[in-house]
C-alpha cells in the first residue's frame, strides 16, 4: 500500500535496528528475536510514527529510532502476554512460551523491554521517552484490570473501551504522536494526533476482537475464540449479551471456558447481527481518527495515515 | 549510621516517591509495592546515587527522581527473579511470587519497569535514561547466561566474575555514577565514579554468596543454601572446588539440587577455608572501591561513599 511505500527505506531501516545484536547479547536472546521478527507483523506503529513525523517535521533520524522502540515495545508485551494466556501461537509461529521455559520468556520479554527503551533514548527526546515510560505504565494498568476485572458477563461497555485503550490504542496513540513528542508543533496539531491515535487505536482493537471471532484462522495466524477460552468479554460478545442476554451456551463459555460451549458460542456470536454493529462501532471511531486529521494540510504523510485508517477497519488478519 | 543520617530527608523523598500512586493504578499494584516497600531494604542504591550526587554538585531534586528510579528498577527485577526461582520468602516476607498468580507477577514486574523508567524521565536527563535502559539490559543478559551457562561444576572464576557484574554490580555502579550522569563532571571523576562502583557492587555480590553459605537465616530472611539449591556455583563452592575437586556430596549437589546433598555441601563449603578466601577476595574488591575515591577531596558525601564500602563487606544481611 502506498502508507507503506512512503516510508519504506525508512522502515528497512527500522528493521536493522530491530535486529541489531548489542555486543553482550545472549545467543538466546538473539535467536528469539530473530523468530519474532521472523514472523512478521504488519509494523503499524512504526509506520504511524513515521508518517506522524514527517507531517510534524520531525528529525527522521529520531524518528526511525523511535519507531523502531515502539515495535520492540510492542513486541515485549506480547512476548509476556502468549506466556500468561499460554497462547501456543502467534502469527504462525510457535510462541516463546511453547518452546523456552517461563523463566527465559520472563527474561526475554525483560530484555526487550530494556533494549525498547534504549533504542528511544536514541531519540535524545526526554519527551517522548517519559511517553513511552506512562503508555508501558499504562498497557500494564490495562492487563492487570483485565486479569481480575475482565472475565464476566457483567463487564460493561465502558469497561470493554477503558481496557482496550489500555491494551491497543495507548501505544498506537503514543506511536501516532510521536512527531509532536520529537518536534515542535502548535496545540492543535499534538491534540490532533493525539484524538487520530486514540481513535484508530480503538478501531483497530474493536477489528481485532471481532477477527477472534470470524477471521480465517489460515490466515489470522491462530485459532479463533481465543478471547472467549480465556473468559475474555470483548465487543461482539458484550453487544450479543445486550439482545440476548440468557443465551445459555454463551453464558457458559464465559463462566466455564470449556471447549465445547466455546465453540457454540463464537458460532452464535458470529452468526448474530453482533458482528455487523461491533464493526459498525470500528468505523465510527474510524471516522473520528480521519477527521482529527482536517487540522493538517493536505499532504502524502496525511494521505499515509488516512490510509492507514482504511486499513485498520478493513483489513482480514 | 552516618552515610544515612546525611542523607536521611533525601532517603525520606525517595520514599514517598516509591510509594506514590499511580492515578490509574489498579489496587492489587498498590497492595503490592507496599508488601515490597514495607519488606524494607537496605536502600544502599538510594544513598549511592544521593551521595554520588552531592559529591557532583547536581542538582539534588533530579537526584532524588533517579535514586526512587534505581531502587524501583531494582525491586522490579527481584520481583521477576524470584519468580523464576519459585523462591518463596524474601526479606522475612512472602514474595509476590508465592501468593499471587505468575501472570499478575510478570506484569506487576513490568509495571515496575515502566514506572522506573517514568522515575528516571523526571531527571530530565537523556544521559542517565539511556544509562538506565543499558543497566537493565546488562541484568537481563546476565539472568540469561546464569539460566544457561552458570549451572556446572566446570564454571570458571572469569564467568563468575561476569555474571555478578551483571546480576550486581552494573546496577550498583550505575547508582554510583548517578552524580556524574546528572552534572558536568572531569572525566577522571566520572572515571572514578566507575571504578569505585563496579569494585563496590562486585564486593557486595561476593558477600552476598558468602552470606548464602554462612547466614543466621533469621538475620537474612530466608533460608541459606538458596544458590546451591538452585545449582547455581558461586565464589566460594568455587574456591572450595579449587582444593578439593572431587568432594562427592558438593559435586552431587550441583549436579542434582537434592536437598540432603545441598545441605551437606553448604556445611562443608561453610566451614572450610573457601569462606575466609571469598571475604578476602571481597576485601580486595572494597579496596579497590575505597581507592578510587582518592581523586576526589575530603568531604562528608566521599566519607558516606567509603562508609557504604564497609558496609558492603561487613554486613550480616
Redesign the interface.
Known amino acids: 500500500m502506498p502508507a507503506q511505500g512512503l516510508v519504506q527505506d525508512e522502515l528497512e531501516r527500522v528493521e536493522v535496528l530491530l535486529r541489531a545484536r548489542?555486543p553482550?547479547?545472549?545467543e538466546?536472546?538473539t535467536a528469539e528475536v530473530e523468530r519474532l521478527l521472523a514472523g512478521g507483523g504488519k509494523r503499524l506503529r512504526p509506520m504511524l510514527v513515521l508518517h506522524s513525523a514527517h507531517l510534524c517535521a520531525a528529525d527522521i533520524e529520531k524518528a526511525i529510532y523511535a519507531a523502531a522502540a515502539v515495535e520492540l515495545l510492542h513486541t515485549a508485551?506480547l512476548v509476556?502476554d502468549d506466556?500468561?494466556d499460554h497462547s501456543p501461537v502467534r502469527r504462525g509461529v510457535h510462541t516463546m512460551n511453547a518452546h523456552r521455559?517461563?523463566?527465559?520468556t520472563?527474561?526475554?520479554?525483560?530484555?526487550l523491554?530494556?533494549?525498547a527503551?534504549?533504542l528511544?533514548?536514541?531519540t535524545?527526546?526526554?519527551r517522548l521517552?517519559?511517553r513511552?515510560?506512562?503508555t508501558?505504565?499504562?498497557?500494564?494498568?490495562g492487563?492487570?484490570?483485565q486479569?481480575?476485572d475482565g472475565h464476566s458477563a457483567g463487564v460493561t461497555r465502558e469497561d470493554y473501551v477503558r481496557r482496550i485503550y489500555?491494551k491497543t490504542a495507548s501505544l498506537i496513540s503514543m506511536s501516532s504522536q510521536a512527531g509532536a513528542a520529537l518536534a515542535d508543533v502548535r496545540p492543535e496539531e499534538a491534540g490532533a494526533l493525539e484524538k487520530y491515535g486514540d481513535n484508530l487505536g480503538l478501531a483497530f482493537q474493536v477489528v481485532d476482537d471481532v477477527l477472534d471471532f470470524v477471521a480465517d484462522e489460515e490466515i489470522l495466524g491462530k485459532p479463533v475464540g481465543g478471547d472467549l477460552r480465556q473468559g475474555l468479554v470483548t465487543l461482539p460478545l458484550l453487544l450479543f449479551l445486550e439482545e440476548e442476554q440468557e443465551h445459555p451456551a454463551v453464558l457458559r463459555a464465559v463462566d466455564t471456558g470449556m471447549p465445547a460451549a466455546v465453540n457454540e458460542a463464537v458460532s452464535a456470536v458470529a452468526s448474530s447481527s453482533a458482528i455487523e454493529r461491533s464493526l459498525e462501532v470500528a468505523r465510527e471511531y474510524a471516522e473520528q481518527a480521519r477527521a482529527a486529521l482536517d487540522v493538517f494540510p493536505g499532504s502524502r504523510h496525511r494521505d499515509g495515515l488516512l490510509e492507514l485508517v482504511d486499513f485498520a477497519v478493513q483489513r482480514s488478519f
Open positions: 548489542d553482550d547479547q545472549h538466546v536472546i508485551t509476556h506466556l500468561i521455559s517461563p523463566g527465559t520472563v527474561i526475554a520479554g525483560d530484555y523491554f530494556a533494549r527503551a534504549f528511544a533514548s536514541r535524545d527526546s526526554v521517552m517519559r513511552f515510560a506512562e508501558l505504565m499504562t498497557i500494564c494498568s492487563e492487570v484490570r486479569m481480575f489500555a
